[in-house]
């Protein structure tokens, strides 16, 4: 009894010592940016190329070189021309009608994020391999455009969804299907079938891209995710938050070894119970009067067991 209700408690534990605590924008990557900073540096430098920009026309940033192979744009619109006729292209976003901002402003600014080779440092997937670069697109209130760290606005695609058309992605290994991933800007992924003509789509701003699950074998994602949340952690170094992410891998370290010890324990108790039910059986089949004379016909030792048991048959037939 004791020993199942303890292993019924660890089972119920054992979720949230496994919940994964996956935050990508948490992750911060060699360059000890975040993504969220990367975000903030690619909008100074989108606006940065605007001198007197034209509506609806995309205009190229520089970015710094330490972010060698990350592209950058920016396009200002009136918010009105967004919403009556979208945008036919920008870069491998294809905007339709019906997009709104939130708050309202009157002129905004799509930047565009091509993050290339930093894709995988920048939003790192464990158990995924990235076939196209994470693009991004941020809209930004363009009223002041030698502002920086401008908060973004909320779009929305009312009426039908934001495509992108990814023009280069590798090919996936056979027989693995290649999805969309999406990262909102508070840091989590959701995972989307990807469109004929390797297209995914969206209503809102983000960063998206293409993955496949990688063939290596890894431990559940879950696990997964939470040691290389630890993993990044430990290298940002020094937060309180390390102790805890340690301490949650230990506790599901130690949780699994007991859950094994109960399982084992239990497997033990069921074999023995069994044991001695056949032993109890064999006992009372022995007792009985007729296995006895099956017993005696093949082996030598029959006529000693006969002897031997017949006694307390004729006892019970003595009783009645
Ligand atoms: C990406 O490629 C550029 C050269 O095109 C290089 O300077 C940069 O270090 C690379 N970044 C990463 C993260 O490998
Ligand atoms: C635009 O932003 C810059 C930098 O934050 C600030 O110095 C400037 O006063 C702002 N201009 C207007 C018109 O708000």
């Not at 975040?34 to 509506?55: G, H, V, Y």
């Not at 019906?98 to 930047?111: C, M, W």
């Not at 941020?138 to 455009?145: E, K, T």
């Not at 070894?257 to 059986?281: E, H, N, P, W, Y």
């Amino acid at each position: 009894m004791r020993v199942g209700t303890s292993f019924l408690a660890l089972l119920s534990l054992l979720p949230l010592l496994l919940s994964p605590q996956f935050s990508s924008a948490q992750l911060p990557p060699d360059t000890g940016i975040s993504s969220r900073t990367l975000d903030a540096i690619l909008q100074d430098c989108a606006f940065k190329a605007f001198l007197r920009p034209k509506t609806g026309v995309p205009y190229g940033g520089q970015v710094p070189r330490s972010l060698n192979g990350i592209r950058v744009s920016a396009m200002r619109l009136r918010s009105g021309s967004l919403r009556t006729r979208g945008v036919e292209r920008y870069k491998e976003f294809q905007i339709p009608i019906g997009v709104v901002e939130q708050p309202y402003v009157e002129r905004l600014v799509l930047v565009y994020h091509n993050l290339g080779n930093w894709s995988e440092k920048f939003y790192p997937l464990p158990g995924y391999t990235y076939l196209a670069p994470v693009l991004g697109l941020m809209p930004y209130s363009g009223a002041n455009l030698s502002a920086s760290e401008l908060p973004e606005l909320d779009i929305r695609a009312s009426d039908k969804p934001i495509l992108i058309n990814f023009p280069h992605v590798k090919s996936a290994p056979l027989g693995s299907v290649p999805k969309c991933v999406y990262f909102d800007l508070h840091g989590s992924v959701q995972f989307d079938i990807l469109l004929h003509g390797n297209v995914c789509s969206t209503v809102q701003q983000g960063h998206f891209s293409i993955v496949v699950e990688s063939n290596a074998p890894s431990p559940a994602p879950a696990a997964a995710a939470v040691a290389a949340a630890a993993a990044a952690d430990v290298r940002k170094s020094g937060s309180g938050r390390n102790k805890s992410k340690v301490w949650v891998i230990v506790a599901s370290l130690v949780g699994g070894c007991l859950l094994l010890i109960m399982l084992s324990l239990l497997v033990a108790k069921v074999r023995r119970t069994k044991k001695g039910m056949k032993i109890q059986q064999l006992e009372w089949a022995a007792e009985s009067n007729e296995t006895l004379q099956i017993a005696s016909i093949g082996g030598t030792k029959a006529p000693l067991a006969v002897g031997t048991r017949t006694r307390p048959t004729i006892e019970n037939d003595y009783i009645p």
